[in-house]
């Protein structure tokens, strides 16, 4: 891969990044058809919609688009980091219907191996058609499908395959970007075993983070280590506000890329960051169909790459 030629034309495609004015003006907007002007400059030329189908079909297309574009900009490692959660995502879907035998219509087709592909080495205990990258975590799932906390302990080897992705990369901001979601991925299952009123189970937490596993073991500890850590995060974290803290504080931290001239650390960023941006746009598109109010979809926006 041509590191200086992707890099140049990546730092050409991020003018098109959304900016605060531009979500601002979404939020306000009328109509769609005033949303689908706002956006005419942008990488999404919003068609006319007239039913949600649509708005899952344009995002469908808009996905398949950027992840043709990763294959082709990022490196096999980066690549297969991206689509990890897909990947995972779809693993959940079979999980959840293995039992049943029912086919679930919302599995995603854009990961690294297709829904039908992981249910069937599921099944059969035959994993020749997985990546060698996915494999641990496919055959971790399918040894203990009937344990009910089994996804939350296979998040461990989810994280230990995101880290052997990128570490191929030699890159320390990549490196500590990775070190960001494991705290931020360990922050909420101790939110989420809080709410559930279960003591928390350490072996649910991934090392590698920041955040050492013992601070864990205290919620005042944590969310004072949290805070020194991460400065100006507002704790404790309450399971309301855990999405939009995670946003920011990624966005807040690979935004720090743009002022790099080139390389793979700009060129991870902006898929990064298109990855992030259409969740954020696709729920204000939804907000805008539904006649969500402006003051509601001005609590739900959140900071965008773009900052100037």
Known sequence: M??????????????????????????????????????????????SI??????????????IDLIKDMDKSLSEELYFYLLLRYDFHNLKLVLDNYKTGKESKNYVPYSSVDYFTLKDALIK?????????????????????????????????????????????????????IKIEIDLSNIGVFIQQQMAGIPLDLSFIV?????KKERYKREDILWSTAGMLYRGLKTPITVNEYDIIRYNLIMGYIRISRVYPYGVDTIFSYFLARQMEMDNLKRLIFGKFYNI????????????????
């Open 125 to 177: 205990n035959n994993f020749k058609d997985i990546p060698p990258h996915l494999k641990p975590l496919v055959v971790f799932v399918s040894k203990n499908k009937d344990m009910q906390e089994v996804l939350l302990r296979a998040k461990r080897i989810y994280w230990e395959t995101a880290k052997n992705l990128v570490k191929t990369q030699h890159s320390d901001f990549i490196d500590n970007y």
């Open 293 to 308: 109010e402006p003051e509601i979809l001005d609590d739900w926006k959140l900071s965008p790459y773009q900052y100037i």
């Open 207 to 211: 090392d590698g983070g920041k955040i």
């Open 50 to 63: 007239t039913k949600p189908e649509e708005i899952y079909s344009f995002f469908y297309t808009s996905t």
């Open 2 to 47: 041509d590191i200086l030629c992707v890099s140049g034309r990546i730092k050409s495609l991020e003018k098109k990044f959304l900016t605060e004015d531009d979500i601002l003006r979404i939020v306000n907007a009328k109509t769609l058809n005033e949303v689908s002007s706002i956006l005419a400059a942008t990488h999404y030329q919003l068609p």
